[in-house]
Every structure is written in C-alpha cells, then in structure tokens.
T-cell receptor, first 117, second 113 residues
Framework: GAVVSQHPSRVICKSGTSVKIECRSL??????MFWYRQFPKQSLMLMAT?????????EQGVEKDKFLINHASLTLSTLTVTSAHPEDSSFYIC?????????????FGSGTQLSVL | AQSVTQLGSHVSVSEGALVLLRCNYS??????LFWYVQYPNQGLQLLLK??????LVKGINGFEAEFKKSETSFHLTKPSAHMSDAAEYFC???????????FGTGTKLQVIP
C-alpha cells in the first residue's frame, strides 16, 4: 500500500526554539495533507488541512503563526512549531489523501513525539 | 457537529476469545464511519469503513463492524483474538470523505496468551 513517511519520529527541544516536522508521500501524489495533534489519553485533533501551493486551512483555536504549514509539492508538507513551549509537547501526526479509482483514500504517517523542555 | 465515543480505553481479551470494541457516534447528517488500527511506532492503518449500503462491513485481519443507526453505534468485532491483534484502535466519523474526520480517544487492546 501507499506509504507516508513522517520525520523525525521523536524530537526533544528547548523552550523557545523552532521544530520542523516533515511529511512525505513516498509513492503517490497527495491531493490533500492533514496535520493532527494528539495529547495523552485524548483523541487525534485536526489542526489544519493543506493543499499543494495554497495556504493551509486551520481549525478553530489553532494558531497559524505558531504552527506554520508549508505544502511545497504534491509529495511534501512540513509543519514548523515556532517558539515551542512545554504546552506544545504532544504527538503530531500527518496524513495524506489521494483520489483512487473508486474513492478517496487516506494514509497516515507514523507520527512525531515532540517534547519541549 | 460530530463526535465519537469509544467505551473503554483498555480492553483485555484472551487469545481465541471474542474481541468487541465499542464505538458510538453523533452526527447531524448520515456519517461515514471508520476504524483504524495503530501498531507501536507505526501510522494509523484503515481496518474498515462504512459509507453507504450494507451495514455490516468486513475489513482486514478478520475484523468487521456493523453500522446501527438506531443505536448510533459502530462496534468493532473479531470472533477470535490473535496475539498480533494487540494494538490501539481508533473509531472515527466524518460527514463524508476524509475532510473533517473526528477521531475517538482510542482503545488499547491487550491479548493475553
């Protein structure tokens, strides 16, 4: 099946620094990419939806200036957590959708565990 | 608005026993319903989905789920648990397609030998 590669899988950073997370669709061109955040014992929460070449659409309550999304190509989307703080520590996961022959399919990356000290 | 409730954050079953993971949803329009599985250090993998048509949906690895509109439920079952089924399972709902998918909090399945 299709593969979505997310990198890094785990990152630890100091408060105030910025962290970039990459999401790549390895063997297909994604129609749309999604970014989710999951806090411990909570569900995945959609942060933003991005399409190649256009600005991301952020969900209510998600700061667009803090969580910068760049969807540079049909196979790559990046999420940059700017000026990270301990409360940004979370599990971030991306997904990519592609229109198949019959319907739309969604594939997930393996996630990035961000710990901000 | 749509929401998903998964009853039980942890479920333990013996190998060979029935697996039942519960999911209830709320949606103001006919929903699309999904079950995903996440193995350690891996991404979410689609087990099965309901969009329209037959309410009993069969998925991969012997899992199936039944959409019951009157009960607003979409419980996941497997007749006989295998050790390899140990993972975290997420129920999800959307209005249609993969835009605005809402996930449940997940249920960790433990299979006891």
């Amino acid at each position: 099946g299709a593969v979505v590669s997310q990198h890094p899988s785990r990152v630890i950073c100091k408060s105030g620094t910025s962290v970039k997370i990459e999401c790549r669709s390895l063997d297909f061109q994604a129609t749309t990419m999604f970014w989710y955040r999951q806090f411990p014992k909570q569900s995945l929460m959609l942060m933003a939806t991005s399409n190649e070449g256009s600005k991301a659409t952020y969900e209510q309550g998600v700061e667009k200036d803090k969580f910068l999304i760049n969807h540079a190509s049909l196979t790559l989307s990046t999420l940059t957590v700017t000026s990270a703080h301990p409360e940004d520590s979370s599990f971030y996961i991306c997904s990519a959708s592609v229109l198949g022959d019959r319907d739309e399919k969604l594939f997930f990356g393996s996630g990035t565990q961000l710990s901000v000290l | 608005a749509q929401s998903v409730t998964q009853l039980g954050s942890h479920v333990s079953v013996s190998e060979g026993a029935l697996v039942l993971l519960r999911c209830n949803y709320s949606s103001s329009v006919p929903p699309y319903l999904f079950w995903y599985v996440q193995y350690p250090n891996q991404g979410l993998q689609l087990l099965l989905k309901y969009t329209t048509g037959a309410t009993l949906v069969k998925g991969i690895n012997g899992f199936e789920a039944e959409f019951k509109k009157s009960e607003t439920s979409f419980h996941l079952t497997k007749p006989s648990a295998h050790m390899s089924d140990a993972a975290e399972y997420f129920c999800a709902v959307s209005f249609g397609g993969y835009q605005k998918v809402t996930f449940g909090t997940g249920t960790k399945l433990q299979v006891i030998p």
